[in-house]
C-alpha cells in the first residue's frame, strides 16, 4: 500500500463523490454516506496538551486498503498512517503543534476499490479551563467518598429504563440479577443528601456503554467506551452530573475497566489484529492469585495466567502490550478527563493488568492533569502484597507508581476480624493493630482508599452479625483512620446481605423509586436502628469536614490490651483520642498510659454526646501543670463501644 503523506494536487475528475463526515462536535455540510459505519477514535481532540501526539483509530469497512491519506490543517502534522492487520481499521499518527488551534482538521481518504473520496471533518477543541482547581482536583484524605450504583440508587428518568435496539431489555426490580431503572438524573436529585452526610466526592460502577445480552447492572464490560450508558442518561447526563458536583465543590471518581472488555465490544467483534486481546488456544481464565507476579520463585507460566487469563468467559482480557491497544486506552482517559471533568480514577483489576502499562498510564494522566489521583482495586492477602501494587519502599524489579490501592488489608485483616474475632494472642483487633504497623511498606498510606464493603463483598452488617454496635464502631473508625475513608450506599442504614450471589448485596436504596414504602432520603419509614446509623455518619461525617487531624493529621496507635484499642489523631492544631472497645468487659481508661499525647490537655470532649472528662496531671490553659486535688475518677467505656474525643486544653 502506497499512503501519501503531506498535500496533494487537486484533481479535476467530473465524477468524483465527495464523503463529508462529522466526527463530535463537528458539523455535518452534506448528507454521510457512511455516518454509520465510519467512526473515528478519539471522537474529538484538544490542541495545548503537553503531550503532542495523538493517534487516531478510523474504523470503517476496507479503510485500511486506502491508497492514500492527506491531513489539510494549520499546525498538525500526519507522522504516519498505519493499517492494521484487519483491513478495517487505519491508524493515523499526528502531531500537534503547540501554534495548533481550536477547528476542524480535514483528513482525506482515497480508495483503491474504486470508492468515493472520504473526507472526514475531525474537531479539534480548546481545553476545559479549571485544571486542578475546578475539574482534575485529585481526591485526599480530606474528602470522603460515596460509592454507588446507579441502577440500583435512583430512578430519576424513567423515559430512559429501556433503550431500543440495546440487547438487555430487562427491567425489574424483583429480579436482583435485571435493571432496575437507577440512572444519573436520579443521583443529581439526591447530591443534598449526600452532602448532608458529610460526602465530598462521588464514586459510582462504571457509566460506559454495557451493550451485553444480562448482567449489565454493574457496568463492567464495556461495549463502546465512547459512549455513556444510554440508559443511565448519556454524556449529557454524565456532564451534568459533573457540573453539579463541581458548583458544590464536589468531586466525581470515574470507575476505570483497562483490563477487559465486554464480549460484545466492537473491538472483539472486529478485532483490530489478532493481538488486540489475549489469545488462547483454549478459553483461559486467570488465576485470581497475585503471588506470582512479586514472587521471586514463580514460573513464567504462572505470571502470563494471572495477568493474561481472561477474568470471565464473557470479558475479555486486552492485550496493553500492543502499543495500539495502549494508546487507545490512555487516550480515552485523557478524554474522560477533559470531557466530563473528572477529578480523579478508581482503576478495576488493577493486579489483573500489564504493570508497566499502567504505570504508563498513569503518568499519561499525572502529565497533563498534575493534581489527579488513582487508586487501584488490589484485591489480595498481605500488606506486602498490596503495596507492591502502590508507590513503595519494597526493593523489588518492578516499581508501581499507583499513588494508592483499596486497601483490601484494612477491611480482611483490620476491622473486621476486630469485630469479629476474640481479641487474644493476634486476632481481633490486634489485627487491626498489625495491619497499620505495616504502613511503612507504602510511600504514603494516607493515599490509600479504607471501606467496610463494596459491591463484591458481603455488607458489613451482615459480616458482624447485624450487630448494631459494631456497625456503628465500624463507621467511627472508618471515618477517623487513616487514608480516605468511602462508604458503600446504604451503610449509612445497616442494609444487609451476603455475597453469594452477588445481587443480594446490590439491593436498591430505598426512596429511591416512587412508590417506594421506606425512603432514606428523607428517614420516612426507618426503623429506630436505621435512623440511628445514618445520624451517626451524618454527625461524623460533617465533624469531618473541618477536623483537620482527621483528614490530614499523623496517627498514632498503641498495643491493644484485652480488646482495648487506642489511637491518636493529630496535628498542631488539633488532636483526637479514639478509644475502641472489642473487649468482653468494660475497660477503665487511664490517661497516662497515653501521656506522649495526652499531657499538653486538661479535658477530653466527646464529640458525638458531647460528655467531657477531665485529663489528670495534664496541663491548664496557661501551659502550667495541673496540682494534685482530689481524686478524679477514671471514665470507664462499655463493651462493644467507641469512644471519639477531642482533647481540649
Known amino acids: 500500500m502506497n499512503l501519501r503523506i503531506g498535500r496533494i494536487g487537486r484533481r479535476s475528475i467530473p465524477t468524483l463523490y465527495w464523503l463529508i463526515l462529522s466526527v463530535g462536535n463537528g458539523y455535518c ?6 455516518t454509520d459505519s465510519l467512526k473515528v477514535y478519539p471522537t474529538n481532540w484538544w490542541v495545548g496538551f503537553k503531550n503532542p501526539d495523538l493517534q487516531l483509530m478510523i474504523h470503517a469497512t476496507a479503510v485500511g486498503k486506502a491508497s492514500s491519506v492527506l491531513v489539510s490543517y494549520p499546525g498538525v502534522q500526519l507522522v504516519k498512517a498505519v493499517p492494521a492487520e484487519n483491513p478495517n481499521y487505519l491508524f493515523l499518527n499526528l502531531r500537534l503543534a503547540p501554534t495548533a488551534a481550536p477547528g476542524l482538521v480535514n483528513i482525506r481518504i482515497e480508495h483503491t476499490d474504486g470508492r468515493p473520496v472520504t473526507v472526514i471533518n475531525y474537531p479539534l477543541l480548546a481545553r476545559r479551563p479549571g485544571n486542578g482547581t475546578v475539574f482534575a482536583r485529585g481526591v485526599t484524605s480530606g474528602d470522603f467518598i460515596y460509592f454507588l450504583m446507579p441502577d440500583r440508587f435512583s430512578n430519576g428518568d424513567p423515559g430512559n429504563d429501556r433503550i431500543p435496539g440495546m440487547r438487555d431489555q430487562s427491567l425489574n426490580r424483583d429480579s436482583i440479577f435485571w435493571r432496575h431503572g437507577g440512572d444519573l438524573q436520579g443521583i443529581i436529585d439526591h447530591l443534598d443528601y449526600l452532602q448532608g452526610l458529610g460526602v465530598t466526592t462521588l464514586w459510582m460502577t462504571p457509566v460506559l456503554e454495557n451493550d451485553m445480552p444480562d448482567r449489565t447492572e454493574h457496568g463492567y464490560a464495556f461495549t463502546d467506551h465512547y459512549t455513556i450508558e444510554p440508559r443511565l442518561g448519556g454524556a449529557p447526563y454524565y456532564k451534568k452530573l459533573s457540573d453539579e458536583l463541581h458548583k458544590r465543590g464536589m468531586k466525581l471518581i470515574q470507575d476505570a475497566v483497562y483490563n477487559h472488555v465486554g464480549s460484545y465490544h466492537f473491538l472483539v467483534l472486529d478485532p483490530p489484529s489478532k493481538n488486540w486481546l489475549h489469545q488462547w488456544p483454549q478459553f483461559t481464565q486467570t488465576t485470581y492469585k497475585d503471588q506470582p507476579l512479586m514472587d521471586p520463585y514463580a514460573s513464567a507460566t504462572d505470571k502470563k495466567t494471572v495477568s493474561d487469563g481472561w477474568f470471565t468467559p464473557q470479558m475479555p482480557d486486552l492485550n496493553q502490550s500492543n502499543p495500539y491497544t495502549a494508546n487507545f486506552l490512555i487516550q480515552h482517559a485523557i478524554w474522560c478527563v477533559e470531557t466530563f471533568g473528572v477529578d480523579g480514577w478508581r482503576i478495576d483489576t488493577y493486579i489483573y493488568c500489564d504493570l508497566p502499562f499502567m504505570n504508563r498510564c498513569n503518568k499519561a494522566l499525572t502529565d497533563e492533569y498534575p493534581h489527579i489521583t488513582m487508586f ?26 499507583l499513588q494508592g490501592v483499596v486497601d483490601f488489608q484494612c477491611n480482611f485483616a483490620g476491622i473486621v476480624p476486630a469485630l469479629t474475632e476474640r481479641p487474644g494472642g493476634m486476632d481481633g483487633v490486634n489485627k487491626l493493630y498489625t495491619t497499620l504497623s505495616n504502613d511503612f511498606l507504602y510511600k504514603d498510606p494516607m493515599r490509600n482508599v479504607i471501606f467496610l464493603d463494596n459491591h463484591d463483598m458481603s455488607r458489613f452488617f451482615s459480616q458482624v452479625g447485624e450487630d448494631a454496635a459494631k456497625q456503628k464502631i465500624g463507621i467511627q473508625w472508618l471515618l477517623t483512620a487513616r487514608g480516605i475513608p468511602q462508604l458503600y450506599y446504604g451503610t449509612e442504614i445497616g442494609m444487609k446481605g451476603i455475597a453469594n450471589p452477588d445481587g443480594r448485596v446490590r439491593l436498591d436504596f430505598p426512596g429511591g423509586w416512587k412508590g417506594d414504602h421506606k425512603n432514606a432520603f428523607t428517614g420516612e419509614g426507618l426503623s429506630g436502628a436505621e435512623d440511628s446509623v445514618q445520624q451517626l455518619v451524618r454527625r461524623l461525617g460533617l465533624y469531618r469536614l473541618h477536623a483537620s487531624a482527621l483528614k490530614t493529621g499523623r496517627l498514632m496507635q498503641y498495643l491493644p490490651k484485652d480488646g482495648l484499642y487506642v489511637y491518636f489523631r493529630y496535628d498542631a492544631d488539633q488532636t483526637i483520642m479514639c478509644i475502641m ?5 468494660t475497660a477503665t481508661i487511664d490517661f497516662t498510659r497515653y501521656a506522649e499525647r495526652t499531657a499538653r490537655f486538661t479535658r477530653a470532649v466527646d464529640i458525638l454526646s458531647g460528655t467531657e472528662y477531665t485529663i489528670p496531671g495534664g496541663l491548664s490553659g496557661a501551659g502550667e501543670k495541673r496540682t494534685a486535688g482530689i481524686p478524679i475518677p477514671a471514665p470507664v467505656i462499655a463493651p462493644m463501644q467507641m469512644w471519639i474525643l477531642e482533647l481540649k486544653r
Do not use: C, M
Open 581 to 585: 472497645n472489642t473487649g468482653e468487659g
Open 29 to 34: 455540510r452534506e448528507t454521510p454516506v457512511l
Open 376 to 401: 487501584g482495586e488490589a484485591w489480595v492477602h498481605g500488606t506486602a502484597n498490596q503495596a507492591y501494587f502502590a508507590d513503595n519502599n519494597i526493593r523489588t524489579p518492578f516499581k508501581s507508581n
